[in-house]
């Protein structure tokens, strides 16, 4: 009766130890979900904006990208090359019926889009040697890019001017959009004014060689915009400024914000984005670039780490508190240990007499220590797992009472979760965990046992065989 209460004392400790921890792992990993769905872990963003005097930073050019690439931890660096004054539509149908403002178009680089992980739903990826013929680019659009057309015959109030993904008939039916723009003729019409006010105008033809999966978080031209080679949106670019007759990119405006002059120079690149191999190295390479002389750039590691401190602090508290728990079960695994040796002294003393080895004497006792652990440890993973399981499905166990859903979300939240564990698994039990459990509570057990071992080893035979 002794043993089964301390073993009970090991299962009460073994069990607290591992439900904390499972609550903590569960935590980390819908907060690594959470930051997945806001972006890509392993990215990192650059932004040449400078504020002052031209030169404050180096210039952010084919020549530092390939700088970047050179890093042993990058997988790829592109450039999200936009120029925000062109002023340009993309038209489709007879007549030019139908009509898309283009406004969320970017030159990329399609190679780093690949090893991104960007992803493709039809098509494949534009090469870099690709030659379509004369004012024909190659390009790569939205899930729902085909959505963005408007039928130029319908009024601007008419509910029937433009149509949306998802929308659909009566019946029920989904309504395709007014362009497939896998087949139909895609014109590119750029728009720009003289210093005499004339209207001047140059036509491309887009060539749609695939279509993204739409993956916001990764960019929203995935969505419902196009993207090209940087070459071809430099070339777009020239070819506006030659209309408009002068030097107008989106990189020569001025803000003005509480009265503060902001210059956002012409300095190479705007925005260019760098894919690191691990999520583990991120801050490394993003040390590296600030040393390079970019300070403006922005990942998710931060917030990351910041999270992970949370819950390691949060898990410190309670697995400290469990921790007090397998402490007083190690003293009481020690007090049943020392107990049964008072009980038998007279069969030590007897085995001395008859040669019992003194070292067999002492692995006997931290054996049977030892065997108090690990069946504590035993009996408290499999009722971790039983928690776990509860924890996992209780709103579904809540339903199969005639309950309502129960709320969780503070659980999680008390440790440094984010989903409140209303989005995924509340406590997650992985195999090193259960071993760490077992031999957690094994070491305990022979730990306790070691010193009434030795004291059995330490009795007189003769005294032994007196003892009543």
């Known amino acids: 009766g002794r043993t089964a209460l301390t073993v009970i004392g090991v299962v009460v400790g073994t069990f607290a130890i591992i439900v904390m921890i499972s609550l903590g792992i569960a935590s980390n990993a819908q907060n690594e ?4 769905s806001w972006g890509d872990l392993t990215q990192i963003q650059i932004y040449n904006y400078s504020y002052g005097a031209a030169g404050d930073v180096p210039k952010l050019d084919d020549e530092m990208l390939e700088t970047f690439r050179s890093h042993e931890h990058v997988v790829a660096a592109t450039p999200f090359y936009s120029s925000n004054s062109m002023n340009g539509n993309v038209y489709a149908g007879k007549g030019d019926r139908y009509e898309a403002y283009l406004w969320d178009c970017y030159g990329v680089d399609m190679n780093a889009l690949e090893a991104m992980e960007f992803q493709l739903q ?4 534009i090469a870099d040697d690709v030659n379509l013929g004369k004012k024909k680019i190659p390009v790569l659009v939205g899930a729902n890019f085909a959505y963005q057309f408007q039928d130029t015959r319908k009024s601007y109030n008419s509910g029937k001017r433009q149509r949306w993904a998802g929308q659909t008939d009566s019946l029920g ?7 497939d723009v896998n087949k139909d003729k895609l014109t590119l019409k750029l728009t720009a004014y003289d210093n005499n006010g004339n209207e001047k105008t140059s036509e491309f033809q887009l060539v749609v060689m695939g279509t993204f999966v739409s993956d916001t978080s990764k960019h929203y031209f995935t ?3 196009i993207a090209m080679r940087v070459s071809d949106m430099k070339m777009l670019e020239k070819e506006y400024q030659r209309l408009s007759g002068k030097k107008n990119n989106s990189s020569g405006g001025v803000m003005i ?3 503060t002059v902001m210059r956002e120079q012409d300095n190479g690149y705007q925005e260019v984005y760098v894919k690191v191999d691990d999520v583990e190295n991120v801050g490394t390479v993003e040390e590296w670039i600030h040393d390079l002389g970019y300070e403006q750039t922005n990942s998710l590691t931060q917030i990351r780490e910041e999270m992970q401190a949370s819950v390691v602090k949060s898990q410190m508290i309670l697995g400290g508190t469990a921790a007090v728990a397998l402490l007083v079960a190690a003293l009481n695994i020690a007090n049943t240990m020392m107990m049964s040796i008072y009980e038998r002294t007279k069969e030590i003393g007897v085995m001395k007499v008859l040669g019992c080895e003194v070292g067999k004497i002492r692995n006997m006792f931290l054996v049977e220590a030892g065997a108090i652990g690990l069946l504590g440890g035993i009996i408290g993973v499999a009722l971790s797992y039983a928690a776990s399981a509860i924890l996992n499905n209780i709103n579904t166990i809540a ?6 859903g129960i709320d969780l979300s503070g659980l999680l939240n008390s440790i440094g979760g984010m989903y409140g564990g209303m989005g995924g698994q509340i406590s997650i039990i992985p195999p090193w965990l259960v071993l760490l459990g077992l031999g957690f509570s094994t070491l305990v057990g022979i730990l306790s046992g070691l010193w009434p071992a030795v004291k059995a080893t330490r009795i007189s035979a003769l005294e032994a065989i007196r003892h009543e």
């Open 33 to 36: 979900a959470m930051l997945q």
């Open 122 to 125: 039809s098509g494949s990826w």
């Open 173 to 179: 039916n989904p309504i395709p959009p007014f362009v």
């Open 223 to 225: 969505e419902s915009g």
């Open 257 to 259: 914000s509480n009265g």
């Open 399 to 404: 339903a199969l009472f005639g309950g309502g």
